[in-house]
């Protein structure tokens, strides 16, 4: 049986997703490694076509490819595993609906990256998150204050970061801030993009994410300087 | 509140960081940074980690058994609209 927990979304237009004005506009590729800005490989381009006409194959060779990364997309999104596979689950099936729209305007990957990146955001939305934490971290918080940052030259990072303390460090993050931080830092989005998709102004984005930031470091100088939080 | 960038606070300083880094703008260059070292190390360390956020791209792997569900819920789709994804399978290249 079906497991995804969360209702389907009418296929419209050529747009991923519901909220997107189509075509979705291709996000940063400032990274020159970053996998969304290739072009896609003869195979996945034969698959693509195959499977907008309704192979199934085509399209379980589609999931294979692009699994990974969508379902590591909605996990560090949610920060929840369970969530994380009913997400790429409802990802996968609305692409199954409206990958017949899709035209080419931009890379399939990152015409799929935004369909998913749609579906988590309206599942986050669903639970609140727009009326919570996007207008909770514009409000200023006493301890979150520019001085909060403050602190002995010594107790600054060392230049490197383990990828697993990152990794804890961003799960922590409430769910706000995290968000911000992977579509900018992690996803490469910019912040004119990210206030479109979250219905924010571009200083509320670069405002998250500074915090987001901070509060990375503090984190990760807690995690790696315990005695100085004794 | 000062006009001028080399006599900001760092409170000032740090209320304009959020927009400065933002808008790209080279902020180890502002006056108040060469002479704060607090604000620079600050600066360096959110460049840190920001660079390092780019070691979390993809590496987990969705469980084996999530494909079988997705397949479920597409036949269960199809179904409910009368077609068939094994009619529906030209190989056409």
Redesign the interface.
């Known amino acids: 049986?079906?497991?995804?927990r969360y209702p389907?979304t009418p296929p419209e237009g050529t747009s991923p997703g519901v909220e997107v004005a189509t075509p979705p506009p291709a996000p940063a590729t400032n990274?020159v490694t970053f996998?969304r800005a290739a072009s896609p490989d003869p195979a996945e381009a034969?698959a693509l076509a195959?499977a907008q006409?309704?192979?199934?194959?085509a399209?379980?060779h589609l999931?294979?490819l692009h699994?990974?990364?969508i379902?590591?997309?909605c996990?560090?999104m949610v920060g929840n595993i369970a969530e994380?596979?009913d997400l790429?689950?409802e990802a996968?099936?609305q692409l199954?609906?409206k990958i017949a729209t899709f035209r080419g305007d931009s890379a399939f990957s990152t015409w799929l990256h935004r369909l998913a990146i749609n579906v988590v955001l309206m599942q986050l939305r669903k639970k609140g998150l727009s009326l919570i934490s996007l207008d909770e971290a514009m409000e200023p918080v006493p301890e979150e204050?520019?001085?909060r940052?403050?602190?002995?030259?010594d107790l600054?990072?060392s230049?490197?970061?383990d990828?697993l303390a990152?990794?804890r460090a961003?799960a922590d993050l409430p769910a706000g801030y995290r968000l911000i931080?992977?579509l900018h830092?992690?996803e490469g989005y910019e912040?004119n993009e990210i206030a479109s998709m979250l219905e924010c102004s571009?200083?509320n984005?670069?405002?998250q994410?500074?915090?987001a930031?901070?509060r990375?470091?503090d984190a990760?100088?807690a995690n790696s300087l315990p005695e100085a939080q004794s | 509140m000062t006009n001028d960038p080399a006599k900001m606070s760092c409170a000032e300083f740090q209320a304009q960081l959020p927009e400065l880094i933002g808008a790209g703008v080279d902020a180890s260059a502002h006056p108040h940074i060469v002479n704060c070292e607090l604000c620079r190390a600050l600066l360096a360390d959110l460049e840190t980690i920001a660079e390092a956020a780019r070691q979390l791209l993809p590496v987990v792997d969705p469980p084996e058994d999530l494909w079988s569900h997705i397949e479920s819920a597409i036949k269960s789709e199809d179904g409910d609209t009368n077609s068939s994804l094994a009619k529906a399978a030209p190989t056409t290249n």
């Open positions: 049986m079906p497991r995804s389907s990274r996998p034969d195959r006409t309704g192979d199934h194959q399209f379980a999931y294979s699994k990974r990364r379902y590591s997309l996990l560090r994380a596979e790429t689950q996968f099936l199954h609906r204050g520019p001085g940052s403050f602190g002995a030259p600054t990072l230049g490197t970061i990828r990152l990794e961003v931080f992977i830092d992690v912040h571009i200083g984005s670069k405002s994410l500074h915090k930031r901070l990375l470091r990760l100088r």
